[in-house]
Nanobody
Framework: VQLVESGGGSVPAGGSLRLSCTAPKDIYDNYNLGWFREAPGKDREGVVG????????VTRDFAKGRFTISRDNAKNAVHLQMNDLRIEDTAQYYC?????????????????????WGQGTQVTVS
């Protein structure tokens, strides 16, 4: 496992959580990194992604204004700050990395064209 997520948990609706994904340096420096989620009975979908250069981001409409992705160069990590969580945000959240995909395609295509996956972390909103 090369991508390691942390930070999931259970929160009430309206609450916040911060997820983190640590990657090996070569992946962190060269791959688009993103967060994806899979709810019970639903396909895995992209949420938000960030490029390795210029920190360009792509965010799905349902996450805009609530979720923010950022890079942490000191830790080779990407963080997902989730605010104003809703019950429908309940899902297993995965970190993913893709090298030869555009950031937009990585986040908007189903199934997500990701080269590497983390093990996932559960987010439950009640």
């Amino acid at each position: 496992v090369q991508l390691v997520e942390s930070g999931g948990g259970s929160v009430p609706a309206g609450g916040s959580l911060r997820l983190s994904c640590t990657a090996p340096k070569d992946i962190y420096d060269n791959y688009n990194l993103g967060w994806f989620r899979e709810a019970p009975g639903k396909d895995r979908e992209g949420v938000v992604g960030i490029s390795p250069i210029a920190d360009t981001t792509v965010t799905r409409d349902f996450a805009k204004g609530r979720f923010t992705i950022s890079r942490d160069n000191a830790k080779n990590a990407v963080h997902l700050q989730m605010n104003d969580l809703r019950i429908e945000d309940t899902a297993q959240y995965y970190c993913g990395a893709a090298r030869y995909r555009t950031l937009w395609n990585m986040i908007h295509t189903r199934p997500p064209p990701v080269d590497l996956w983390g093990q996932g972390t559960q987010v439950t909103v009640s």
